[in-house]
């Protein structure tokens, strides 16, 4: 199975900074990685598939890069609406596997 | 509106079975691959079954493999998961989710664009 670690666990911000968040996937998986963020008591929301293509009605301010093994979601301007716990995916092969979350807190 | 509707959770004692469904509306369901993920209490997401759009590939968890069977039917728009022999750390939320083929130069990028609220399953005595 391949195994996506994801840095930092947490993560502690203020409005308008800069933000990255780093997947690695334990073996090449090309560009197929997602991002997901997850407000607490709802489902998930898909930002980013391929590893950079956006999801429509995302904001622009995400963005994501990345290919083989090592990714990166960055939000480019924090806004209130973005803290949340955010999760990589590897679609690569199955079974599918999701990163340990990273969870964006208000600093 | 694209949507999809997840029933059937509740209190289960170990060792019993649940049946879980999700409704799917506002789009062609026939024409998709749909996934099960679970997010037990606290922690993150994992990924359960995959079920294709004419049911010709299945696959699932190693966690759930032997106990879990997913299933759908095409004509009620619908997607099951049965789920026995249930132990307590099968106790999560889940959630159905429609899987998305983007075409790339060769091959093809899925992910999962379209999730249901979830159904919460509880095992325990």
């Known amino acids: 199975d391949i195994q996506m670690t994801q840095s930092p666990s947490s993560l502690s911000a203020s409005v308008g900074d800069r933000v990255t968040i780093t997947c690695r996937a334990s073996?090449?998986?090309?560009?197929?990685l997602n991002w997901y963020q997850q407000k607490p008591g709802k489902a998930p929301k898909l930002l980013i598939y391929a590893a950079s293509g956006l999801q429509s009605g995302v904001p622009s301010r995400f963005s994501g890069s990345g290919s083989g093994t090592d990714f990166t979601l960055t939000i480019s301007s924090l806004q209130p609406e973005d803290f949340a716990t955010y999760y990589c995916q590897q679609t690569y092969s199955t079974p599918y596997t999701f990163g340990q979350g990273t969870k964006l807190e208000i600093k | 509106e694209v949507q999809l509707v997840e029933s059937g959770g509740g209190l289960v004692q170990p060792g019993g079975s649940l049946r879980l469904s999700c409704a799917a509306s506002?789009?062609?369901?026939?024409?998709?691959?749909m996934n099960w993920v679970r997010q037990a209490p606290g922690k993150g997401l994992e990924w359960v079954s995959y079920?294709?759009?004419?049911?010709?590939?299945?696959y699932y968890a190693d966690s759930v493999k032997g106990r879990f069977t997913i299933s759908r039917d095409n004509a009620k728009n619908s997607l099951y998961l049965q789920m026995n022999s249930l132990r307590a750390e099968d106790t999560a939320m889940y959630y159905c989710a429609r899987e998305v083929e983007v075409p790339a130069a060769y091959f093809y990028y899925y992910y999962m664009d379209v999730w249901g609220k979830g159904t919460t399953v509880t095992v325990s005595s």
């Open positions: 506002g789009f062609t369901f026939s024409t998709y691959t």
């Open positions: 073996q090449s998986i090309s560009s197929y």
């Open positions: 079920i294709s759009s004419g049911s010709t590939t299945i």
